[in-house]
């Protein structure tokens, strides 16, 4: 294929948004066909190169689209089929016929390419990120090759790669190739804790690896000057070590960049701790990464914290080496109940957040019947108009953000409990949990604004 058709075929794909009338995999049975049509077809197709060696891309797609007709499941005409929409500027077209190449001709490079392609342009502009909407997916990339619903969850197949959905929303993206019978299963993973603030931003998952990144505030993965990876590299212990890889990735910087700082903060063969900085060139910005690599029981796993910046924070770096330290490596059941008790943990501080909200609201008010929703049932006749009134009367205030900074949860007495600390790390209020509402265990508005 020409450069010229190359060129047209990257420019084209800015017009990607797939019309209504777009085919499903499905809407194109086989047929059957004699050794004249298979000819005919055969035919077909070697016109349609020639023409696209002329780059007369209009007789090129009736050549091919006569080609499709007939041998509906031949991946290479579908692949050639495709190049002529993308070159003639049809990107809805072109990407259908993309697709159609991978599922039909899974082992054709070239398709496999353009159909990746056409995917990395589309990604790296944030159409696959966590949060995108079911609804947002289709309409760029039309009906798609295969959809399931399980409840909440769903998934949409387009070509090879599967965007996995949760409520109608992108949970991650699984690269179907290479896939064990059996699917992938993890041994075990690193548990971490970030900071308040961050948020997980895109996740894709191959036979090979695992990548999770997460970003802070309202930054994308597309837009960020911080930016948390989790990483796993799957079934790779035999030939790799956690040591063997930070060399690699050392000579890798020292290879691309002539100012490399590059420090060993930890190192021993299946567990290292290191720091690397590199200053700003044409192609890419000054910034720093802390990273730690640890070798499981049959992947290898990898945390990284990486700041775009001229300059180091001391401080800053202090904070990320002490997070990355303090991750502890898992069994795969021990890491499940873990992130489960954080998300839980997480849930718990932002209700407790918006209920103090309330409850300001509602002492402001004297609104003792909705105060007492929020307290627990022995305690609530401690509520008076007096107490209320004299608490307001000092102009009672709090920041939720600064009084519920973190939780601790434990089960006593077979009821869950949660203690919620402030930012200098005080207890400054208890909550228990009685059929399914959470409760504070006593008047701890009392207790901050002193008893009057």
Request: aromatic share 10%.
């Amino acid at each position: 294929m020409t450069h010229t058709i190359r060129t047209l075929f990257c420019g084209v794909c800015l017009f990607l948004v797939i019309s209504s009338t777009s085919l499903s995999a499905d809407e194109k049975p086989p047929i059957e066909k004699t050794e004249a049509q298979t000819a005919a077809a055969q035919k077909s197709f070697e016109l349609g190169k020639s023409a696209m060696e002329l780059e007369d891309f209009e007789t090129a797609i009736e050549h091919f689209e006569a080609a499709v007709k007939v041998e509906a499941e031949n991946g290479e005409y579908h692949h050639a089929l495709g190049l002529a929409y993308m070159a003639n500027r049809n990107a809805n077209a072109g990407w259908y016929h993309f697709r159609m190449a991978v599922r039909y001709a899974p082992k054709n490079e070239a398709a496999v390419m353009d159909f990746l392609r056409t995917w990395k342009f589309l990604d790296d502009r944030g159409l696959f990120s966590v949060g995108t909407t079911a609804d947002t997916i289709m309409n760029v990339l039309g009906k798609p090759d295969q959809f399931e619903q399980n409840g909440i969850q769903s998934r949409a197949i387009y070509g090879f790669m599967s965007i996995n959905m949760i409520n109608q929303q992108v949970f991650s993206i699984l690269d179907l190739r290479n896939l064990p019978e059996g699917g992938l299963r993890s041994e075990d993973g690193l548990a971490f804790s970030l900071p308040e603030g961050w948020r997980v931003a895109y996740r894709i998952l191959s036979f090979e690896q695992g990548n999770t990144e997460f970003t802070k505030g309202e930054e994308t993965i597309q837009n960020w000057t911080e930016l948390f990876s989790s990483q796993r590299f799957i079934g790779i212990v035999e030939e790799q070590s956690a040591k063997k890889m930070m060399e690699i990735i050392r000579e890798s910087l020292t290879g691309s960049f002539k100012e490399v700082e590059f420090d060993v903060l930890n190192e021993t063969p299946d567990d290292v701790l290191f720091f690397w900085r590199i200053k700003e060139t044409d192609e890419h910005p000054s910034q720093y990464e802390m990273v730690r690599i640890v070798k499981g029981k049959s992947d290898i796993h990898r945390i990284a914290y990486t700041k775009k910046a001229d300059q180091k924070d001391e401080e800053n770096i202090k904070l990320w080496t002490e997070t990355l330290r303090s991750a502890r490596l898992m069994t795969a059941e021990e890491l499940r109940k873990y992130q489960q008790q954080a998300a839980l943990e997480h849930e718990i501080l932002q209700a407790t957040r918006f209920q103090l909200q309330k409850q300001e609201e509602y002492i402001r008010d004297g609104n003792i019947e909705e105060l007492k929703k929020f307290i627990l049932p022995e305690k609530q006749n401690e509520i008076t108009p007096e107490l209320l009134k004299k608490i307001d009367s000092i102009n009672f205030s709090i920041d939720e953000q600064t009084m519920v900074k973190r939780v601790e949860l434990k089960e006593e007495d077979g009821k869950r409990k949660a203690r919620i600390f402030n930012s200098k790390d005080e207890q400054v209020l208890t909550l228990i949990e009685e059929d399914n509402t959470w409760y504070a265990t006593e008047l701890w508005f009392v207790k901050l604004a002193g008893k009057p």
